[in-house]
């Protein structure tokens, strides 16, 4: 696996350049099948890998909650990153259309549980709480390295605590963007790079 991704940045020439940088991403099939929704009983896994050149992103961000579009808190499914992007694509399309620019997804269980493709983060008496993962939530890497630090805390999150949070949060690998109609403190984005940057650094 390393010598194939050290190939594909030297193909790219990502990272040549200063202050370049990009994102990988893994991809796994276990293979086309007849039709129907039956796995493969023989099939043959494939693995392809995607580098894209990306700026990480600390821009505010306006939200809405989507009107229709939830995360399960019960389905196995919602625990992995997978290819059924969908309810994702149409709450971003809520979004658009009213203005936004993406959604906050409910959790089947009750509370917010994250962006459409970002984890919700808000800050509750001095300290930032994102929703536990049997909310729905997908267990991000950027969100495990802040509760594995200590600068994160699960709890339950309620759309009334936006309102009364000092600041919010959209956080994963590409950045991290201070949600604009709740961030009383100005737009956040100098504190919400800080924050990301510092989730990055080795742990202690």
Known sequence: MQPLIAAAI?????????GSSG???????????PRG???????????????????????????IVSPTETRSATSLLS??????????IQARRQALEAGADDSLLASSAGGLCCGTSANLLVCR????ITPP???????GVMRQRGLDRGLINEALVHEAD??????????????CRPIANHAPSGDGSQAAETFWRQLLQASP
């Open 23 to 33: 994102a990988l991403r893994l991809n796994w099939s276990r293979g086309s099948g």
């Open 10 to 18: 030297e193909r790219s020439g990502i990272g040549k350049a200063l």
């Open 125 to 128: 008496g001095g300290s930032w």
């Open 162 to 175: 936006l309102q009364i949070s000092a600041a919010a949060l959209l956080l994963n690998s590409l950045g």
């Open 37 to 63: 929704i039956d796995p493969p009983r023989n099939g043959s896994p494939s693995f392809w890998l995607q580098l894209s050149a990306i700026k990480p992103c600390f821009e505010p961000v306006r939200v």
């Open 133 to 139: 993962l049997n909310s729905g939530c997908l267990p």
């Open 79 to 88: 625990r992995c990153k997978s290819f059924g992007y969908g309810g994702s």
